[in-house]
């Protein structure tokens, strides 16, 4: 199985790595909140973990124009 790392905003691929050879300590999963992970841990179509976190572009957006942050999330 593969972990693919997406924005969660522009929704680019920042990467993925082969989820056999790792563990979720490795992966820096294990300190997350159980809401944290529902947050930011997802399955595609294709039952591969996603993992949505922020780009360096849409970090340093978000830190000028904290709105979007609001805007960009899929919920609204
Ligand atoms: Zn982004």
């Not at 929704?11 to 294990?30: N, P, Y």
């Amino acid at each position: 199985m593969q972990i693919h790392y997406i924005c969660r905003h522009c929704r680019s691929s920042l990467g993925r790595i082969e989820a056999d050879k790792v563990t979720e300590v490795q992966l820096g999963l294990h300190f997350l909140t159980p809401s944290e992970r529902q947050d930011i841990i997802a399955y595609n179509s294709k039952g591969e973990m996603v993992i949505n976190i922020t780009c360096r572009y849409c970090t340093e957006a978000i830190m000028v124009h904290p709105e979007l942050s609001l805007l960009a999330s899929p919920l609204q």
